[in-house]
């Protein structure tokens, strides 16, 4: 990825895209945080800036976010997935997108992933961006560790794709992570497995009040 790209987050104003924009924006990348609100965006970005003072950061409508950047992280809600990325399917044409949705639903308290009929989140992404090269990850990371500039990534980030070059884009940003390693999970069809993990995680950090994380052990990186 070349030093210039410029880092687009639709849905960036949530935890988990924030939380990742001010990750890269301490390793000195430029990140632009998308929303459905000029206002909601600059506020976001506001927030981030206090932590990153020195941070690239600007903002925009996620259209804009769209057209501009490369690579485009997706970080809204699985709810919102499909009408999000239709809508901006033309001006992700040709981009590495990187899906960080997990389809989780909530009952009685309880996490639970939502069954997908394409199979999982990203591959219902890839469905409909089928004209850009798709990637998926960072599914067991807490935001809230990623919001905090000094917490340690003590995780995994295991990624998929079905583009070797995508694929390669994504575990660079992923090792940026402090803490963290980044391990090849293969192709779309497996990420439903961590995108599934995210609901366990979420009940084991309820249970013991932590931010709970998946480390693979067996493997030499
Ligand atoms: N939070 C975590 O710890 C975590 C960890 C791993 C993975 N994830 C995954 O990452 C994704 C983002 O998580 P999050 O916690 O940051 O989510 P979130 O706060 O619920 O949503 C992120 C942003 O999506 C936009 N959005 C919400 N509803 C929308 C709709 N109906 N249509 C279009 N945009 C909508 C909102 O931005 P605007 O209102 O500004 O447009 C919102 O700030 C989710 O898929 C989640 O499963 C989260």
Known sequence: MPPESLIGFIGGTGPEGLGLALRFALSKLKVVIG??????????VEKIQSKVPDGLISYGLNKEVAEKCDPVFIAVPYQAQQSTLQELRDSLVNKTVISVVAPLKFEKGVAMSQ????????????QILDKSTVASGFHNI????????????????????DNDE???ITMELAKLLRGARAIDGGGLVNSRYTEDLTALLLNINKTYKAHSAIRITGIKI
Request: proline share 4%.
């Open 35 to 44: 929303s459905r609100s000029i206002e909601n965006a600059e506020l976001a």
């Open 115 to 126: 069954k997908v009929p394409a199979g999982s989140a990203a591959l219902e992404a890839a």
């Open 142 to 161: 807490s935001a809230r560790d990623l919001l905090d500039p000094d917490a340690l990534i003590d995780s995994d980030v295991i990624v998929f794709s």
């Open 166 to 168: 995508c694929k390669s």
